[in-house]
């Protein structure tokens, strides 16, 4: 057990000494940070001053052993924008980009699980038809087209048209209260209603997954000889729903969250840009565009760890629930 | 579907309230300004960045001010002159006291003259303008002279440049005193400005509160708001919605339509912002021209001329620019320093373009690739795209090279373009600034043409320019200016194309004259009479 | 279906099977019309298309930004989708632009697909320890989110078709190269491996001429969903401003240059490149929904 985690971990410092080196690699041929940051007006020595000051002078080879050297001893660097250190920006940024995600999962497993249970129990109907056929189109539609569609249609067309109609706000985060240090929107009106469009185009992929599983659990649960046994108890269909069929759901639903849950942080980088979203995405977008590269390296570690983490427990929980799993052999 | 059914309703309630509150009038006396980039830090001595230093106005004043047209006006010193070609002396404004109650002396100036080389990591420094200074003497407390490393007429604008910080409140064990992340966070915050520092909350708002001691005009505001709202489409809607109750820099796509609304007022100046075109003159072979057997054809003059009135600069002002543009024949617009009040505009004349290139040798016109950024000055790309098709049409096939921001700077500094069109807005507000960045012949020792990469180079007017820069007299040296710029104009060294006009959209019962540094101060937005 | 064997059957191929299997579904076979239509569009853009969006000497800016309908200035043109910001006809635009994205799916699936596969049939033929190296790069590679990688990776390639298609190609290959490994090693200890083993054929000859027809039929159906995936992923990127240069529009960078006009009620610039991309991508995955069940050797009757 120990071995594994310690091999995991390994791999995972193997990733961000390939994934930094690509980083400080790639900026390097982009461009110069400097002239990007730089009054037009300096002259060449005021250049090379700031080069310098910021370590840029030196090799590449020099100045990315130096990232390393630093960063093992926990200092990821100052963000050459801000001259603040890289980590504590992303975490500034880190609440917004989580209640997003946190959010946009509340709404995909308030929609889907009804409508894959439904579609479950009933798969002639027109129904299950039409929503089977709406989860291929959450699957295939781009996150960045849905949420253009979305503003158009919410913060244009439709309060244009119908007067009266709320215009819903298309972009930025609304009023924030403190929770325990952290600033969220998710306990203002406002807040939530700025959350509204960008958690619904997020929600749709996973709305549109948890459709499909909630199906395929309830059509394998309802056949088996439990189910059909408390039916003929006379239990109400409701009842059959609501504790055989859902509890069996539960298990895989919240597994598929787990794992997805990285990946809809991946995917607000997509959202967070279309909404104006202050979260970390956005960071590391404008960071990608101003060659901050500190910023950028450090958003990579911070994935990295995330990810790695978030398998690790999900490998860790399927060996603690399921005795069969055995997590050396899983490893090769 | 119990639970979505509930949810819906919940979101109802949340609409409901949230559209009560926005008919809620604004709290009297606060200012809502949604701004387009959030400055890098509050330290005012950190990066020399438009945001910045607009809000470093906010909380601090240099010695000297700019301005809307940039001219200088007293501020903290009262009144300036050169006591011989190497010293200027400035009176200091007496009875100024900082946010703290302390006064203001010439000791601050000269601490904060002093902090600026110390400031770390800097990625902007303003060592760009105290390079001239050589050493600072205090007269008497209300007295400073600075002594030069040769002549420095611009003196007074770099001076403009350079907020005052209090010595009393920046002390610190740090060798700059109180550092960068201290300043942030509003430590050692203690200008003499018109607004006091409250909080900032990084990518949410920055707050001040009014300053009731300040010196000058009190602003109208108790408290003012700035939030930074970077897409363009969010920073309209927010003005829209009430968020905010001005913006800066309304997209172009957006301002037929903020012009028709019954609560919007926009207010436009003409920018120091020139948008040119510069094309590669170092000589043979041409830069991505390669159907002209290694002949370039920008070194014709003709050539450059046909280039120019081949532009329908008013086409492109009224399409692409929706009318915030003045079509440019200089590098900046008048009556800044050094510029002329009948300038030509070159005219567009297609007809005599195709003319201008037969007679230079070219009647089937040539190929070339005309670099731009993406996304760094207004509509830069599609600008780039509308001279691309006029230049076409004469003949010269061009293809447009456009990049980010980075990959353009780095492509233009190493000489990959034949053409680039590109922007330059002069801080200084006259014409010295430009001229010698653009079209100066590239010398980087002395620090001219360092943005001359089309490497345009003209003798007479390196001659005029370089007496200018250290002639002390303002209407002698504006007048050598006025030389330089013309005999570039007529050779058509580079293609200045137009003036970007800065606006703002306001709440309609707010005023703002507006800025050709295209700042936005919450001093000047006053309330409509 | 067994009503229907009771008419003597006529023998099927069983590529014959699967047509007449797909063609049971109707909705599979819209999709199959969309793709259909999408291909058409994107091999015969440069005949049909009303203008050469990128001759940009064509373009005048007086018509810019026209809406849906409108004839152009000097009459010759009626532009059925509107014009953008630089007068360029929308239509011609899409038509161009699907080429555009569709070529790059095409491209990089493919290149995937062949990466993919020779991977894992080499990790599966080989075993051990090649094996377990291989799977675990694939595993790394599978355990980040596609698009972040091909963000970064393209942040730092630059702009370009050839560079989207780098990134794309590399965010893919793992998933090819995963499938491609389990399938082969059911087949591996079926018997006709361990004939031609026994024949003492050249390893390569067993994996790529016996191995891999076998293995085809799944790996044909993942490749259909990740063409999609790849369509959607280029337009994304494109969008995000890291994608193809703005002088050769994919789809996605249509939609992205339409993004600033929607607020202002210039609709079209953006909405109708949208229509089109999803056209592509709905068409391919509701085929290729269907195609997964057709192929599933469980549903083989």
Known sequence: MLVYIIRRLMQAALVMVVMSALVFAGIFMIGDPVAMMISPDASDIERDAVRASLGLDKPLWLQYLAFVNAAVHGDFGKSFLAGQPAMQLIFERMPATLELVFFSTVIALALGLPMGVYAGLRPKSVGAKTIMTGSILGFSLPNFWVGLMLIMVFAVLLPDLIPGFPRLPASGRGATVNVLGVRLSLFTADGLLHLLLPALTLALYKGALIVRLARATAREVLPMDYVKFARAKGLSENRIVGVHVLKNIMIPIATVNGLEFGQSVAFAVITETVFAWPGMGKLLLDSILLLDRPVVVAYLMIIVVFFVVLNLLVDLLYSVLDPRVRLESRAT | ?529 | MSETSLVAPKPQTPFQRVVSDFCEDKLAVFGLVLVALALFVAIFAPWISPQNPFDIGSLDLLDAKAPPGSVSGDGKLTYWLGTDGQARDMMSAIFYGMRTSLFVGFVSVVAALGIGVVVGLVAAYAGGRTDALLMRIVDIMLSFPAILVALILLSVLGKGIDKVLIALILVQWAYFARAARSAALVERNKEYVEAAACLALPPSRIVFRHMLPNCLPSLIVIATITLARAIALEATLSFLGVGVPVTEPSLGMLISNGFEFLMSGSYWISFFPGIALAIAIVGINLAGDHLRDVLNPRNLR
């Open chain 2, 1 to 529: 579907m119990v639970g979505f059914g509930r949810k819906a309703a919940a979101f109802a309630a949340a609409l409901a309230f949230s559209t009560t509150a926005l008919v809620l009038p604004v709290a009297a006396q606060e200012l809502k300004i949604g701004i387009k980039t959030e400055p890098s830090a509050l330290d005012p001595q950190f990066h020399t960045l438009n945001p910045n230093i607009q809000v470093g106005a906010y909380f601090f004043d240099a010695l000297i001010a700019q301005d809307a047209e940039l001219k200088t006006q007293p501020a903290l010193a009262l009144s300036w002159k050169a006591v011989d070609d190497t010293t200027w002396e400035f009176k200091l404004r007496p009875n100024v006291k900082f946010h703290d109650g302390s006064d203001f002396t010439a000791e601050d100036v000269v601490f904060t003259y002093e902090r600026i080389p110390k400031v770390p990591n800097s990625p902007g420094p303003y060592t760009i303008y105290t390079r001239s200074m050589k050493s600072f003497e205090i007269v008497d407390p209300l007295t400073l002279r600075i002594h030069t490393n040769g002549p420095a007429p611009l003196l007074p604008l770099d001076v403009a440049a350079l907020p005052i910080l209090s010595k009393k409140a920046m002390a610190g064990p740090a060798p700059e005193g109180k550092t960068t992340a201290e300043l942030n966070s509003g430590n050692g915050l203690v200008g003499t400005g018109p607004f006091k520092f409250v909080e900032w909350q990084r990518g949410s708002k920055i707050v001040g509160e009014r300053n009731d001691a300040y010196w000058g005009p009190k602003p109208y505001w108790k408290t003012v708001i700035l939030r930074p709202l970077s897409n363009n489409t969010t920073r309209v809607a927010a003005l829209l919605s009430g968020d905010v109750d001005m913006i800066e820099d309304p997209p172009t796509t957006d301002l037929a339509k903020l012009k028709n609304d019954p609560k919007i007022t926009l207010a436009k100046a003409i920018s120091n912002r020139v948008i040119y075109i510069a094309l590669d003159q170092h000589g043979e072979p041409p830069i991505g021209i390669p159907d002209t057997n290694g002949k370039n054809p920008l070194m014709d003059k003709r050539v450059r001329e046909a280039l120019s009135i081949a532009i329908d600069r008013k086409g492109i002002d009224d399409k692409i620019m929706e009318g915030i543009a003045v079509p440019a024949g200089d590098l900046l617009p008048y009556p800044m320093g050094g510029t002329r009040k009948d300038t030509p505009v070159d005219p567009y004349d297609p007809a005599k373009a195709k003319k201008l290139l037969e007679e230079a040798g070219y009647p089937k016109g040539f190929s070339i690739t005309l670099g731009a950024p993406n996304g760094r000055y207004i509509n830069d790309l599609k600008l780039a795209q509308a001279v691309a098709s006029m230049w076409t049409r004469i003949g010269v096939k061009t293809d447009v090279d456009a990049n980010a921001p980075p990959v353009f700077f780095k492509n233009r500094d190493s000489f990959k373009y034949g053409a680039y069109l590109a922007g330059w807005g002069a801080s200084t507000g006259e014409l010295g600034n430009a001229l010698k960045s653009l079209a100066a012949t590239p010398d980087r020792v002395k620090g001219m043409g360092t943005t001359n990469s089309g490497r345009h180079s003209n003798k007479e007017m390196d001659a005029k320019l370089e007496e200018a820069l250290v002639t002390i007299d303002d209407a002698k040296r504006e007048a050598l200016l006025a030389d330089a710029s013309k005999i570039l104009m007529a050779e058509h060294g580079l293609i200045a194309i137009h003036f970007e006009v800065s606006v703002w959209a306001l709440r309609k019962g707010l005023t703002y004259p507006g800025r050709a540094d295209q700042s936005t101060f919450a001093v000047d937005v006053k309330p409509a009479k």
